[in-house]
């Protein structure tokens, strides 16, 4: 089993997608409006948004949390969290063995909160 679709909320779509493309750095896979609907492919999973869908907390996997957060903050995003070190994976279970989870969280065009990691060497 795996998971083929998270949505997010997303009052204005044209907002929201371009939100989207400027963190995730893609377009978006397809557009259907009506009746209002923006997909993005992450891998196998695909993010929907959809003013009919609930907020979602959802997370992005960003190659360093810490330079995505000061780019973001650049572009006038608003960061709720500051970047901050969760854990680190002394095995495998959850990542990578000598790594550090490290996370953000920032608001989106559409107010849903985002959150960011990273998995970085110890």
């Avoid at 979602?56 to 960003?62: D, N, R, T």
């Avoid at 780019?71 to 550090?100: K, N």
Wanted: hydrophobic share 45%; glycine share 6%.
């Amino acid at each position: 089993m795996r998971l083929l679709q998270v949505a997010q909320h997303a009052e204005d779509l044209d907002r929201a997608s371009a939100w989207y493309q400027k963190v995730l750095g893609m377009a978006p896979a397809a557009t259907y409006d009506p009746p209002g609907l923006v997909f993005f492919r992450l891998d196998a999973t695909r993010l929907l948004l959809d003013c009919a869908a609930p907020s979602a907390l959802i997370y992005l996997e960003v190659p360093d949390v810490r330079e995505t957060v000061e780019r973001l903050r650049d572009d006038g995003v608003t960061i709720d969290t500051e970047p901050h070190m969760i854990f680190a994976h002394a095995d495998d279970t959850l990542g990578p063995a000598g790594t550090a989870e490290w996370m953000a969280f920032v608001v989106d065009s559409e107010g849903n909160q985002v959150g960011l990691v990273s998995q970085l060497p110890q």
